[in-house]
């Protein structure tokens, strides 16, 4: 087996029980030692309804949770403008304790996302362009007050938010494939989320972590700076089969670079079905627990 040592594990969960068994959920996450528990930011994903927002999940799990990181995977632009996102994220923040980490990224189209329910599919510049913006914006809100702000998407007049916050700001992971994006976590990112594309994830990883490097290079920063947290669940890779099998994966990825992986909650009769067995294993294994 590899070394995973090194390495931390974190859970994504899916906002879909009804409470309170979700919160029993959130909080058995804690107990199984997770580094972070983290939900997506969705209007509705892949058709299932109800979908929970994810800023309300975690104002809830904030204040049933005691230890564990909470975070957005990620806060989408498509539907949240910057100033009631900072203004809910500082919410979390104190409500936490400081546990909150924001992941962010530029959001998705079609039917897996929220394409069809905005009715709007930006281009790949128009979205680029937005969560640029939309990544600033936020960062000037949760760190001066006050704040003035003009942009081509968004304008906030004399707001003050950053006050009361218990970090500076919550960390940002920035989901960012492509040279703008990697380069935007470079300069403001304290994480980078990497979600593998195509059949062979490991050599996307690979050539991915090599555009960070570059990217990290031209911001004059060293790319081990940033925790970088790979997504699982996604491919054929036996992230959960046994105990041994994630062993083998998490040291092959950790040999790459990457500090952080995020499997997700088994969830029966879908692809993210796993043995909860098999899961608590493997999570008393890398935790310690």
């Known amino acids: 087996m590899s070394d995973t040592s090194g390495v931390n594990l974190h859970v994504i969960l899916w906002p879909i029980q009804e409470w309170p068994a979700m919160g029993e959920t959130w909080r058995r996450a804690e107990q199984l030692g997770f580094a972070g528990a983290w939900v997506y930011d969705h209007l509705a994903w892949r058709g299932h309804t109800p979908w929970d927002d994810a800023y309300a999940s975690l104002a809830a799990a904030a204040a049933l949770t005691e230890r564990i990181r ?9 539907f949240r403008t910057p100033i009631p996102t900072a203004s809910a994220a500082r919410t979390i923040d104190r409500i936490s304790g400081g546990r909150l980490t924001l992941g962010i990224g530029a959001g998705g189209s079609g039917h897996t996302s929220d394409g ?3 009715d709007r599919d930006w281009t790949p510049r128009e979205r680029a362009d937005r969560f640029a913006e939309w990544v600033e914006q936020l960062d000037a809100l949760m760190t001066t007050a006050p704040v003035s702000l003009e942009g081509e998407h968004w304008t906030a007049r004399d707001v003050s938010i950053a006050a009361g916050m218990v970090q500076r700001r919550p960390p940002y992971w920035i989901a960012g494939n492509g040279p703008r994006g990697m380069r935007l976590a470079a300069r403001l990112g304290q994480g ?32 081990g700076d940033l925790a970088r947290m790979l997504m699982t669940g996604f491919g054929d890779e036996p992230w959960l089969a046994s105990v041994g099998a994630f062993e083998d994966l998490a040291g092959r990825y950790g040999e790459l670079g990457i ?9 029966p009769g879908t692809d993210w079905e796993a043995d909860m067995g098999v899961f608590e294993e493997i999570a008393a294994h890398v935790n310690g627990v």
């Open 192 to 223: 980078w989320i990497a979600n593998p594309q195509g059949e062979d994830h490991y050599a996307d990883t690979v050539a991915r972590l090599e555009a960070l490097e570059r990217a990290c290079e031209a911001e004059g920063r060293a790319a």
């Open 70 to 78: 909470l975070g957005t995977l990620v806060t989408s632009p498509n």
């Open 259 to 267: 500090t952080d992986i995020a499997v997700h909650w088994p969830r």
């Open 116 to 118: 069809d329910v905005l």
